[in-house]
């Protein structure tokens, strides 16, 4: 029999979090991409005898495939354009700092200021900062080919390499990309609907919560393109409105699971159809075959999937009638003016960008003034943990150090048997895809791709080969301790404000939203639009809340005892569109004075969430009218209320 472990050896929860790979789907194209787009400037740099500006421009080809993860071709262009031209901008700023001693300091201190502070705008905006700041400190560490131009030239080129070949089948797929997103969510409806009204309560609430994922990137994608047509682009159109005639069976899955009652095989099968029919652009998919419905969300359920079925086989549909369900965007000049009023008024991007620069400027002062080999690789440590997209600051100093740890085992394989010249560029064809494949599995995994790829590069400029290891893993040590003490020790983040603040404001929302849901003055599309932002923002939240268990005690600790309060939230909104859905196919409406008790309760929810460190107990009394269609709310809005901190 085997022996089990001492409670002593068990490793910590947070840890196990930290380690344990996260589940994504290979992109075989990515992989080949990756491969191609790095190792081709390689062998044209050999083939020229000019090695280190091939290894320069492979250098540029790997940001451009850590960006390269957009679906659209057209939102390809921005994830890997945009950062392409911030990082030349960068490489420019470190080259002519290089060698001017405490003024490069400085000059690398102000540049990870504004990187830190554009990165809390948006994705894009968030790996245009961190290229900006590292091509910026690679420029300022390292003695690049003169004249100053030549080396923003050749890393841009590397980079803007991968976006051709990411565009190359855009003329044969244009739409693809989109149609597929928009059939992935319908398919996640099907298995939401496949899981409503059983007892696998778990498998519901991650089938709703993949819901929620897959319908925030089909609208970002669609809309992202419909930002630049303004709706004058029929099969955009088309594609929206499919996407809108998903809502109604959304609304509907919460109703259907609080009457636990399966639904029939035949309704997610009918919706895996719809689905092969949006993926294939087919308008004249086979009729549905539904069973009568016999119950008020039986009739809820049908309604809303002959709706979406009439939207499908539909050949035109009128722009006119066609609203977004997040609000339209607006043009690019206004959004741009919006992002850089938020940047320099929000305490948030402040704080953030101070952050990063006090480190930066502690790596960059202490190489300056201890003799560090590579010393830029603290920086470049630094740079690439302080990400606030990336997970805990913590967590990311842990997986650094051990990716680190794993991608120089691999790496001294590579510099002791591959001799230099052109059995590097096999070595990078194969050493290349794995950055896109490990990525998606975790930070400490894209660490552990990336460092191998960065040694190789690195050997070609410099020629030390298994020289370059033992500074490699010392830099990375000293930029993760600098990290944790000046970027997580010194700077103890507010679990008030970063995540309390939070759940508050989505309280209130939901607050709003069940007002909303029953009032009779309520435009339609200004509830869709409401609920979409509410879901939207939980499932923002639930992320910050996964990134903090991922943390020591005591955020750890106190991350655990609010989650529940992140479900019951959940909950609450989807008793609301279960209740709502319910009045719209027959049930008497519930009364004005059973609307304000339950928003009473809700907003002094929010205020507690708002002011309290950590949760207490509140007894609350709701009741209401027997077989009311807010009874389910109710409970749930107790049942919130009633959660209580461990202490």
Not at 183 to 196: E, I, M, P, S, W
Not at 485 to 497: I, K, M, V
Not at 500 to 514: M, N, P
Not at 576 to 602: D, K, N
């Amino acid at each position: 029999m085997p022996r089990e472990f001492p409670i002593g050896l068990t490793p910590p929860d947070w840890l196990v979090r930290n380690l344990r790979p996260q589940q994504a789907p290979v992109n075989r194209s990515a992989l080949a991409r990756a491969s191609l787009a790095m190792a081709l400037p390689l062998a044209l740099g050999l083939a020229a005898g000019r090695p280190a500006y091939g290894a320069l421009a492979s250098m540029g080809a790997l940001s451009g495939v850590i960006g390269d993860t957009a679906d659209a071709y057209r939102m390809r262009i921005l994830n890997i354009a945009v950062p392409q031209l911030f990082g030349a901008v960068g490489v420019t700023l470190g080259t002519l700092a290089y060698g001017h001693g405490w003024y490069a300091v400085a000059a690398v201190t102000g540049v990870a200021l504004v990187s830190g502070m554009i990165s809390t705008i948006g994705a894009v905006a968030s790996v245009s900062g961190l290229l900006l700041l590292l091509n910026c400190v690679v420029g300022a560490g390292l003695p690049l080919p003169q004249p100053w131009w030549l080396a923003p030239v050749l890393m841009t080129g590397g980079g803007l390499l991968v976006l051709l070949l990411a565009l190359l089948a855009w003329p044969l797929r244009a739409g693809v990309p989109e149609r597929a997103a928009v059939a992935a969510t319908y398919r996640t409806v099907a298995d939401l609907l496949a899981a409503a009204g059983t007892d696998r309560a778990e498998e519901y609430e991650e089938a709703r919560r993949t819901v929620t994922q897959s319908l925030n990137q089909s609208y970002d994608l669609i809309l992202a393109r419909r930002a630049r047509h303004h709706g004058r682009s029929p099969e955009l159109t088309r594609m929206l409105a499919r996407l809108n005639a998903i809502t109604p069976v959304i609304e509907a899955a919460p109703a259907a699971h609080l009457a636990a009652r399966p639904l029939p095989p035949e309704i997610p099968e009918a919706l895996h159809r719809l689905a092969r029919a949006v993926e294939t652009d087919d308008a004249s998919p086979p009729p549905l075959r539904l069973p009568l419905p016999t119950t008020e969300t039986a009739r809820a359920v049908d309604h809303a999937l002959r709706h979406t079925a009439e939207v499908v086989t539909a050949p035109d549909v009128d722009p006119r009638g066609i609203d977004d369900r997040l609000g339209r965007p607006a043009a690019l000049g206004i959004r741009t003016a919006r992002a850089a009023r938020s940047v320099v008024l929000s305490a948030n991007s402040w704080r953030y960008g101070v952050r990063l620069a006090v480190c930066i400027g502690i790596a960059q002062s202490l190489v300056s003034l201890v003799p560090v080999a590579r010393s830029y690789w603290v920086a470049l440590t630094v740079t690439f943990i302080l990400k606030p997209d990336f997970g805990s600051v913590f967590s990311r100093a842990l997986l650094r150090a051990l990716g680190t740890v794993a991608g120089l085992v691999v790496a001294a394989v590579v510099l002791a048997e591959v001799p230099l010249g052109w059995w590097d560029v096999p070595a990078l064809l194969l050493l290349a895809p794995l950055v896109p494949a490990l990525t998606p599995r975790g930070y400490g995994f894209q660490t552990a791709a990336i460092t191998p790829v960065i040694l190789l590069l690195s050997d070609i400029l410099n020629h030390q080969g298994t020289a370059l290891l033992l500074p490699r893993l010392n830099d990375s040590l000293l930029g993760c301790a600098i990290v944790l003490t000046a970027g997580y020790l010194l700077w103890p983040e507010s679990w008030h404000t970063r995540v309390g603040d939070r759940l508050a404001d989505a309280v209130a929302d939901t607050a709003a939203y069940v007002e909303a849901a029953f009032g009779d003055g309520t435009d339609p599309s200004a509830r869709a639009r409401m609920r979409r932002r509410l879901y939207r923002d939980l499932s923002v939240i639930r992320t910050e809340f996964q990134r903090a268990l991922t943390e020591p005690p005591p955020t750890g600790r106190r991350a655990a005892a609010w989650w529940p309060l992140v479900v019951a939230v959940e909950r609450i909104v989807d008793a609301t569109t279960a209740a709502r859905v319910r009045v719209r196919h027959g049930a008497p409406p519930p009364s004005t004075g059973e609307i304000a008790q339950v928003t009473l309760q809700l907003r002094e929810l929010s205020e507690g969430v708002r002011r309290a460190e950590t949760l207490i107990a509140v007894r609350t009394d709701l009741t209401g009218p027997a077989g009311s269609v807010l009874e389910p709310l109710r409970q749930e809005v107790a049942a919130a209320r009633a959660i209580t901190s461990p202490h």
